[in-house]
């Protein structure tokens, strides 16, 4: 019996021994890898010129204009910061030795906007205001001061003309306007277009007793530029506008 017990101990010693590097043992486990999710794309942001109300406006540029002036005046009952008075060179000749004047007023100055920028010409009409805007080399914007709002046209600058491609209409509330952009070449290459006198004479009446001095789409656009300097309504400058972008389109 003690013979027998001597060898299962002399058995057991030499069982064979593992090293740990020599077994397949599971590793831990590897966190998974997480991929990047990449962020949306940001939409690029509309390129917009602010709104402003023409009172305070006014107040920052009028030094600007030589035909213009602003009138402070203190009347009871009025509030001034809403009823703007301007002072306008008529044309009239001379009243005690200075250039006549006339007197335009303009309520709800506080809210009527226009472009938040200084602009280069301002004209006063019975029916509102323009106010010229150089933006850059070759791009400016007419704005037209309305009961309701402001009328932006936006025009490319070929030599001194400016020539009108889009309108856009700006509401009280508004708070900026996007700028629109016409390639210059693509006008150019309109410009360059025989007329289409008939559809010229149907869009504008007043041109039928000149088509005979128009072969161009260029030639006609000189001379409705030519036409619009010489009126003094708004609504007739906006048709005229309309005309130009009509032909070109």
Known sequence: MNQNLSEMIRED???????????????????????????PAE????????????????????AAFGNVNQVKAVIRGVDPSKTLIMAVLDG????????SRDL??????DVQPVLGIPASDMQIYNNGFRLIYPYEETLAIKCYGVRTGLICVFCNLIGEAMVPYHVS????????????????DQMNEKLAQNADLEALQLLYKQSSKAVEDMTTNQTAVNWLLVRQSEVTDINH????????IDILS
């Open 92 to 99: 009239q000749g001379e009243v005690d030795g200075h250039p």
């Open 169 to 184: 209409k700006v509401k009280k509330k508004d708070e900026a306007v996007e700028i629109i952009r016409q390639p210059l």
């Open 237 to 244: 400058h906006l048709q005229i506008d309309n005309v130009i």
């Open 43 to 62: 939409e690029p942001q509309a390129e917009a010129i602010p709104i402003a109300p023409l009172n305070t406006w006014f107040e920052a540029n009028s």
């Open 104 to 109: 335009q007023l303009f309520k709800n100055a």
């Open 13 to 39: 010693d030499q069982q064979p021994v593992f090293e740990e590097t020599s077994l397949d043992l599971p590793t831990e486990a590897e966190a998974p890898v997480q991929e990047e999710v990449a962020a």
